[in-house]
């Protein structure tokens, strides 16, 4: 299979969300036909909610063995448990709560008031993505992730110029400038999102027009983090046409 990066383009948001949820389904049932447990990669952006919220509405939910499914998190804001900057509160809302599923299959990262510091809350997502591991690699396979991307190109915690883009050893950062709030957070790094199967980006709105023209042209990662991101098999940019205005027509493909 190619990991040649493709770029779907939908109608608009609503339509964006539906597609990518009707995929994610099928793919879903099609891996567990394939594996005993497959692991998913969350990201906690506006459209990454509204797919999940549409999982949950969809009449196919119900069709998956959620128990054989383990989900992760790109990156987290670092607030208290339950807190409504959280990326796990928000996927629990919208999707989580909802679904029959041990607690042991979501990997959430510590909340700040877990009794860890910052630093030891990376660390603790390294242990439990280790303990997780399968074959020779130190990593669980990511079968599915899914990340935004903001109108920097940030993705993930993964801001441009950071130290943290360019972190070739660590699987987990600890942030503490981000230039968006809340400054401190905890992210996967690149190497870790590029052992991914499948990278899944989700984009909306004409704000990210110039970021997915730069991404496509191979604009340096440590200036647009998103150009930095692929999968190992596939690489699919869900985008709406806001998004696309600035790609040329014959690297995308339209959904509708």
Not at 130 to 143: K, N, R
Not at 154 to 171: G, I, K, M, Q, W
Not at 221 to 239: D, L, S, W
Request: charged residues 25%; contains cysteine; negative net charge.
């Amino acid at each position: 299979m190619s990991n040649e990066r493709r770029v779907l383009v939908h109608a608009d948001a609503e339509a964006l969300a539906a597609s990518i949820t009707a995929r994610f389904l099928t793919k879903v049932i099609d891996l567990l036909d394939e594996r005993e447990r497959i692991n998913v990669v969350l990201e906690g952006g506006r459209v990454g909610v509204r797919v999940l919220e549409a999982i949950n509405a969809s009449p196919a939910r119900d069709g998956v063995d959620w128990s054989r499914v383990h989900f992760w998190w790109c990156d987290e804001r670092w607030a208290p448990a339950g807190h409504d900057d959280r990326n796990d509160t928000k996927a629990r809302r919208a999707l989580l709560d909802h679904i029959d599923q041990p607690a042991e299959c979501v990997h959430a990262f510590a909340a700040s008031d877990e009794g860890l510091t910052l630093d030891e809350a990376a660390s603790a997502y390294s242990d439990d993505l280790a303990a997780h591991a399968e074959g020779d690699s130190s990593l669980p396979v990511f079968d599915i992730t899914f990340l935004g991307v903001g109108p920097d190109g940030h993705t993930a915690s993964l801001f441009p110029d950071s130290a943290e883009v360019s972190e070739r050893d660590a699987c987990v950062v600890a942030v503490r400038n981000a230039p968006k709030p809340p400054p401190e957070r905890l992210s996967l790094t690149r190497h870790v999102l590029n052992s991914s199967q499948r990278i899944w980006v989700e984009m909306s709105g004409a704000d990210k027009a110039s970021v997915l023209g730069l991404a496509l042209a191979g604009a340096a990662y440590t200036e647009v983090p998103i150009a930095g991101v692929k999968g190992r098999k596939r690489t699919v940019f869900f985008v709406d046409n806001a998004a696309a205005s600035e790609v040329p027509e014959h690297l995308i493909a339209r959904d509708y």
